[in-house]
């Protein structure tokens, strides 16, 4: 979400290299952690790596005199509207902004990669098929019809939320980018299946090295291993 923010804005774009230091950056006296090795990362990586000091350092950088241009954003992309749907229970999206008590100068960093900010899967979800769907965002459809009697008592329309997202160029760079982290999450995840040196672990819902005498990865270990990147992704591609 925010990356998409940055390049819309044209800030960055597919040349963009960020140095993330090492594993630890401290902002506005907040410490934000990597869970992995530092250096100098290429945009696509930051997204990847799903980096937290990658993505706010690009949003404290460019945003952080004017964070209202960057809400701006999320505004348009109504993640501050709970979303009307056919089902009950949808909860209302939390963003902290300028206007809150719990606002400082280490907020901004923090919505960069996602915390301070509370939105449901369906409703990232919703944001991630705009861009799929070339930046048109659409109200997702649970029921098509309801009939009784063979009579139709109520029938859905497609609902247009967002016409257009971004630029083109920022659309189509994004959805460049969300293809090759997934192909590289794939490429990580069969080079470690091949190796034979991994299995997966259900309580942790992560692969992990395998013990002497641990059995194989199975084919439904695969499947809920990729099960388990979509969820990650839900919550850490902010």
Not at 71 to 91: D, S, T, Y
Not at 93 to 111: C, D, F, G, Q, Y
Not at 138 to 145: A, C, G, N, Q, R
Not at 198 to 204: Q, R
Request: net charge neutral; aromatic share 8%.
């Amino acid at each position: 979400v925010s990356l998409l923010a940055a390049m819309d804005d044209g800030f960055i774009d597919e040349n963009t290299k960020i140095n993330i230091g090492g594993i630890k950056w401290v902002y506005g006296g907040q410490v934000i952690n990597d869970s992995h090795p530092g250096g100098t990362y290429d945009i696509i990586d930051i997204l990847a790596q799903s980096s937290n000091i990658g993505a706010a350092k690009i949003i404290t950088q460019h945003y952080a005199d004017k964070p209202d241009v960057f809400l701006k954003h999320l505004k348009r992309w109504k993640l501050f509207e709970k979303l009307e749907i056919e089902l009950p229970g949808v909860a209302k999206p939390s963003i902290v902004t300028p206007e809150n008590k719990r606002w400082n100068k280490a907020t901004l960093a923090s919505l960069g990669y996602g915390y301070s900010v509370s939105l449901n899967l369906l409703q990232l979800t919703t944001f991630y098929n705009g861009i799929a769907n070339k930046g048109k965002m659409v109200k997702p459809l649970f029921i098509e019809k309801i009939m009784k009697d063979g009579k139709t008592s109520y029938e859905a329309e497609p609902q247009v939320l967002v016409d257009k997202m971004a630029s083109t160029e920022a659309i189509n760079l994004m959805t460049a980018m969300l293809t090759k982290a997934v192909e590289k999450a794939v490429e990580q995840i069969n080079d470690r299946l091949v190796n034979g040196d991994y299995l997966y672990d259900a309580k942790k819902g992560e692969l992990v090295r395998k013990p002497v005498g641990a059995r194989d990865v199975s084919v439904t270990d695969i499947i809920i291993t990729g099960f388990k990147l979509i969820t990650l992704c839900s919550h850490d591609c902010f």
